[in-house]
Structures are given as structure tokens and as C-alpha cells.
């Protein structure tokens, strides 16, 4: 479980007349698996992470001047590395 906080937001367009709409904070999840491989002193890793939201991060209704608008977030990551040990596997 996680929460996400917004505490900035920047843009060259002019989102003030919807910005009481972007929900604070936005719950979600993470799920993931990997792998790890030492050798002495380096190991390798491989890791997949998938993070959806279960709010959404925007909630508009419909309005006579609008359509509305709806906005969730969905993110898979993949992280590849290397890494050293400072001391040494037993």
C-alpha cells in the first residue's frame, strides 16, 4: 500500500480552474518480484514492480460547459543493476 503526495506541480498552461479536482492523496499498490545473483563482491539484480492507483488522480464531472474527465495511473518498471558489497559474501 502506498500514498502519493503532490507537492508541486508546474506547467506552461493554465490548469488553475481545475486544480481543487486533482485528489490529495492518491492511494495505490506496488507489486513486484526479482532476482539477485552474487559473486563475491558484485551482485546482479533484475526486478519488475507494477503500481497501479486504486483513486484516481483526477475526477472532473460532467458540467454543462465540459465533458469531464477521469485520469488514473498505471506504472511497470523494470530496474537492471550491478552493485558492489563492501563486505565480502561468507
Known amino acids: ?32 518480484v526479482g532476482i539477485d545473483y552474487r559473486i563475491q563482491d558484485l551482485g546482479f539484480f533484475a526486478e519488475g514492480q507494477y503500481h497501479p492507483d486504486f483513486t484516481k488522480f483526477i475526477d472532473i464531472p460532467v458540467a454543462q460547459n465540459n465533458v469531464g474527465l477521469t485520469v488514473t495511473n498505471t506504472a511497470a518498471l523494470v530496474n537492471l543493476g550491478i552493485r558492489y558489497f563492501l563486505t565480502s559474501a561468507k
Not at 500500500?1 to 508546474?10: E, K, P
Open 1 to 32: 500500500m502506498r500514498a502519493d503526495f503532490n507537492i508541486a506541480y508546474t506547467s506552461d498552461l493554465d490548469y488553475t480552474s481545475i486544480k481543487n479536482y486533482f485528489k490529495r492523496p492518491v492511494w495505490g499498490g506496488v507489486i513486484g
